[in-house]
């Protein structure tokens, strides 16, 4: 029998829970505007990103998804639809209002699904992965959605990364038995800094390099400049040889 890691667990007052669902749909609904979309484009891309994470996990560990059983869950999905069909241009003018919002309520959205999956009896891993979908699911079906590649596998500005890290910190900090509260806090800072950091500073994430051919490489070089050191030294004893002769 699995045995959980602690019997107190990470409650999210409904209020908050709504306002990550709300801030999900403009990001969502935004997009379905920059690709003009109509009306019911709009609807479902919001709806979809809004809610599509908590969908995913609670699917996953096999539950009945929590937006299905309280309707506050698609009428604030809906809310933030009708918001960004009718004022989409001040949304998109106030995008760094959106996007510290968002950095905020991403990385306790990745620690309730963390701490939810730890709940139910899932090992530390499978917790993290389900924190992790759990932050990212809305986002990949909205783009899976509209045909594009999932931003989280671009290279760009951190997101999934920033997720991981907050979910990571919280994790280890629960397996220490630290408080609770001090855990998810902590968890959620670092998430809110690595993201806006991001942002503000340009970090990306790394992309795949060739290990092989870079070492070659330096192997090559490193010879080279070594042949070119005998080369002169034997240049210089040359000189002094015939100076001395």
């Known amino acids: 029998m699995t045995t959980l890691l602690r019997v107190e667990i990470v409650q999210t007052p409904l209020a908050l829970d709504l306002l990550v669902v709300f801030v999900g749909a403009i990001s969502g609904g935004l997009v379905a505007v920059v690709r003009g979309y109509d009306v019911a484009g709009v609807v479902s891309l919001a709806i979809a990103t809004g809610i599509g994470g908590s969908m995913l996990r609670d699917v996953l560990l096999n539950q009945l998804p929590v937006a299905l059983d309280n309707p506050w869950y698609l009428a604030t999905a809906l809310g933030g639809a009708t918001l960004v069909f009718f004022f989409a241009g001040t949304l998109q003018r106030m995008g760094a209002v959106v996007l510290i919002a968002d950095a905020l309520l991403l990385g306790l959205y990745g620690i309730v699904g963390a701490e939810k999956a730890i709940a139910n009896g899932l090992e530390l891993l499978p917790a993290i992965l389900l924190g992790l979908i759990t932050t990212i699911g809305g986002g ?90 005998e080369t002169e030294e034997r240049a210089r004893r040359r000189r002094r040889y015939r100076r001395g002769s």
Do not use: C, N
């Open 140 to 229: 990949a079906l909205r783009d899976v959605l509209t045909g594009r590649t999932p931003e989280v596998f671009e290279k760009g500005e951190l997101y999934a990364i920033a997720a991981l890290a907050g979910v990571l910190v919280f994790v280890g900090l629960d397996r220490l038995d630290v408080s609770l509260t001090i855990a998810v806090v902590a968890g959620t800072a670092v998430t809110f800094a690595t993201r806006i950091g991001a942002w503000r500073r340009g970090w990306t994430a790394p992309t795949a390099i060739a290990a092989d051919e870079a070492l070659l490489a330096r192997l090559q070089t490193v010879r080279r400049a070594r042949g070119e050191g």
